[in-house]
């Protein structure tokens, strides 16, 4: 469903969108009409407050009469405000279509100069209110944008919903560090929240004046009754004009009788008849109204000074009362100059929504393409169409088993088979079902555990009761011999799947660190499947040099970090060189041993630098066992001198990678794990974003405060809000789980906000306890929905 909503706001937001910018900008510009006339037209709409008393309104009246003889007024409109002119209107002369508009000086009678780009403004009216099409055209299609807007506002809300929805900094702030998409998506969503309701107030309005069917029954409801609007009939040839000399009534009587019934008036307009017998019409606001269009109306008897008829605003229904409150709210002058300024930032921020919200898109379409450019270019080929495809599926920690997934893929693409390929992570038992061959590429994380995106897969599927006997797979498994449990995960999927009647289309096959003769037999695997002959060239998956992708560095600098500490040696290596390689926070980096042995395996580090640092930084426990130092810990904390080369390749972990929003994180580890942590820490501070929580396990704090500068530097900067560093062995000693649990509420509250959490470090003890500690908090479902949305990524060995 959110997808949905996903694509109709961005439909709606890149069509309707962009002619709201007109309705913004223009709406914007009206907002202060006002005052913009009187800027540029000094002296016209006002004048220097005097001693001498104003002019009552008879005297205006004749004077304008003396200054424009035989025109008919229709209209005059007087402000209390001291210093106001008054606006006086005055009929069409014969053969004009508009009659003139003069302002009065209300102390002298004098005629004001005329009022200049006026005409302007009423061009961007009728832009604003109709986009310069007739009247009847223009107000269905305004209306139709109107209701677009409304859809923009409520969808985008939908769209934003946080959850942790009662904390009001979640809707209305965001983090201005932010940079690129992230500061987009923050200004667009956090500007939007605040302009919700003045969008909602144009819309209603804007339908209300747009369709006559709505106003007719929305008037119905309120009560009002308003005359049918009917085009003016032309006058018959040779008509007789109706002058207004000779026939004109003194405004004296009608004006007093007024005066006596609204004393305290705001505003007043009046409207004399064409004839001395027709009533004077009056529309006035007391001067204790509560917005501009609270008028009550008035009929005088132009001649005796009688009130035919008197409506003042205060005795007017509910629902009367509450339609003149459409215009108040629309221009924002209900609530003042305050309300006029936020109505006014409300419309100038439609183009600004248009202009994040065309980034946003086109930068979506961009990773889009570039994801299916990559996909395609992993592939090889072309999908082929079959009512019988194979199904690749992988699951991947590190990104390995992907890209051997798609090169599979690609082998068989080429031998004419049809394949689908496919994540464990959006894999279902029945969507498993519904193929005939499966083949499997399955990495192991830790101790024989799935990969974080393949635990609700492996969950789904040990719950599962479907029959599978149809079902013929093949099982690549990858894994480390160094642990315990060396290819558990894809072990624990074999029997699995053979429990389930699945048969196996050849024995499992397990891979110790890219072994070249396991994936020589896959490949021949794969030649079977596809039907290839034995004469056929043989198909490469990975390079065959064991130092492929390597390149060379030099050790330029190493710092033992806890001298004296119980444990291990922990050194900071620095290494120089690599002909400016670039990598990720969390990315790996294979580093091979110093006498490049062809049956030596690298070992695995993670990186503790960017690649702005100018260098490749690690931290690096020295290892010991019954037979010395370890091989590569050992060599690079001890044996290597200064200047070495050092043979490296970087590893892509996209299970570790960094997480591109807005949202807090959260930051746990021990040890050597702090080289994980700190790259994201390093990259989460240049990019100025400020809602980090670090919570970092050791021994003694005496030893054991490694990267203390760098840390207490983050935390002064305002970057470190939330720091809990625990010391094991110290006299108050607890480790990470402890005082996570200790906060248990705080953690509720951060993922809550949506925060994502980053585990680096060691498997045993520190991992496990966190995912104890974690499930304890949160619960089981809900940490397994972490997992499955990207938002709990662990690095541990």
Not at 74 to 102: F, M, N, Q, W, Y
Not at 280 to 300: E, F, N, T, Y
Not at 496 to 502: D, I, K, P
Request: overall charge neutral.
């Amino acid at each position: 469903m959110k997808k949905l909503w996903f694509q109709l706001h961005w439909l709606v937001g890149i069509t309707a969108g962009t002619v709201l910018i007109v309705i913004g900008l223009t709406g914007a510009i009206l907002a202060f009409r006002d005052e913009l006339l009187d800027v540029l037209n000094p002296g016209v709409t006002s004048v220097a407050v005097r001693q001498a008393p104003m002019l009552a309104l008879p005297q205006l009246a004749e004077a304008v009469k003396r200054a424009h003889p035989g025109m008919r007024i229709t209209s005059i409109a007087l402000d209390a405000e001291p210093g106001t002119t008054a606006r006086v209107s005055l009929a069409p002369a014969p053969g004009a279509k508009h009659g003139e508009t003069i302002f009065v000086d209300p102390y002298s009678g004098a005629m004001m100069p005329p009022l200049h780009y006026d005409e302007v403004f009423e061009w961007v009216e009728s832009l604003h209110r109709h986009l310069l099409l007739p009247r009847d055209d223009g107000r269905p299609v305004v209306g139709a944008l109107a209701l677009c807007l409304m859809g923009l506002a409520l969808s985008g809300l939908y769209l934003r919903w946080p959850r942790r929805a009662l904390d009001w900094r979640t809707w209305l702030t965001f983090d201005t560090r932010l940079k690129g998409r992230s500061f987009l998506w923050g200004l667009h969503s956090a500007a939007g929240t605040w302009a919700l309701l003045a969008y909602l107030v144009f819309t209603v309005s804007g339908v209300y004046w747009s369709y006559d069917v709505v106003r007719d029954t929305v008037d119905g409801w309120a009560g009002v009754r308003r005359p049918p609007r009917v085009a003016a009939a032309p006058k018959p040839a040779g008509a007789r004009r109706v002058e207004a000399h000779g026939e004109a009534a003194d405004l004296t009587l009608a004006w007093s009788a007024f005066q006596q019934q609204a004393p305290g008036w705001r505003t007043v307009s009046l409207r004399p008849p064409e004839r001395a017998t027709q009533p004077l019409q009056v529309l006035w606001v007391a001067g204790d109204a509560p917005h501009i269009r609270a008028r009550g109306r008035m009929s005088i008897n132009q001649q005796t000074g009688v009130i035919v008829k008197n409506e003042p605003y205060v005795q007017m229904g509910v629902g009367a009362r509450a339609l003149t409150t459409l215009y108040p709210l629309h221009m924002g002058t209900y609530f003042g100059l305050p309300g006029r300024l936020f109505m006014f930032c409300a419309s100038l921020a439609l183009p600004g929504f248009a202009v994040t919200g065309w980034m946003l898109y086109l930068k979506r379409r961009r990773q889009k393409r570039a994801a299916q450019a990559e996909r395609a270019r992993l592939a090889g080929t072309g999908r082929i169409d079959s009512a019988d495809p194979v199904l690749m599926a992988y699951a991947s920690q590190t990104g390995s088993a992907e890209r051997l997934a798609l090169q599979s893929a690609a082998v068989l693409q080429q031998a004419g088979v049809a394949v689908h390929v496919q994540s464990l992570e959006k894999l279902t038992p029945p969507l498993l079902g519904s193929y005939r061959r499966v083949l499997f590429v399955a990495s192991s994380f830790g101790e024989g555990e799935p990969p974080d995106t393949a635990r609700r897969f492996s969950r789904l599927l040990h719950a599962a009761a479907e029959e599978l006997a149809h079902l013929q797979y093949a099982v690549l498994a990858l894994g480390d011999r160094n642990y315990l449990q060396f290819c558990g995960f894809g072990q624990t999927l074999d029997r699995r799947l053979r429990v389930l009647g699945a048969q196996p289309l050849h024995p499992i096959i397990e891979v110790d660190n890219g072994d070249a003769g396991a994936l020589a037999r896959w490949s021949q695997a794969l030649r079977e499947l596809a039907g290839i002959g034995d004469d056929a060239p043989s198909a490469e998956l990975s390079a065959a040099a064991p130092d492929s992708g390597y390149t060379s560095c030099h050790l330029a600098w190493r710092e033992l970090l806890n001298p004296g500490s119980a444990g291990g040696e922990l050194y900071e290596i620095t290494l120089t060189g690599g002909d400016g390689a670039s990598w990720r926070p969390g990315a790996l980096l294979d580093v091979w041993p110093g006498h490049y042995a062809p049956e030596q395996t690298a070992r695995r580090y993670s990186l503790a630098s960017l690649p702005q640092d100018g260098c490749i930084q690690l931290l690096v426990r020295q290892a010991r066992n019954e037979h010395g130092m370890g091989l590569a810990s050992g060599w690079l904390t001890a044996q290597a001198a200064l200047g070495d080369e050092v043979r490296v390749r970087l590893v892509d972990n996209p299970s570790f990678d960094m997480h591109d929003g807005a949202q807090p994180a959260i930051y746990i580890g021990n040890g050597s794990g702090m080289a994980g942590l700190r790259s994201h820490l390093r990259a989460r501070v240049a990019g100025g974003q400020r809602r980090n929580w670090l919570v970092f396990g050791e021994r003694q704090r005496e030893f054991d405060s490694i990267c203390a500068a760098e840390i207490e530097g983050w935390r002064a900067g305002g970057h470190l809000p939330e720091l809990d560093l625990v010391y094991s062995r110290d006299a108050d000693g607890q480790y990470v789980q402890g005082r996570l649990r200790a906060k248990a509420d705080q953690v509720r509250s951060w993922i809550a906000d949506g925060a994502v959490i980053y585990v680096c470090g060691s498997l045993q003890g520190m991992a496990g306890g966190v995912d104890a500690a974690l499930e304890e908090i949160i619960g089981g479902a809900a940490l397994d929905e972490l997992r499955e949305t990207g938002r709990y990524r662990r690095d541990v060995y």
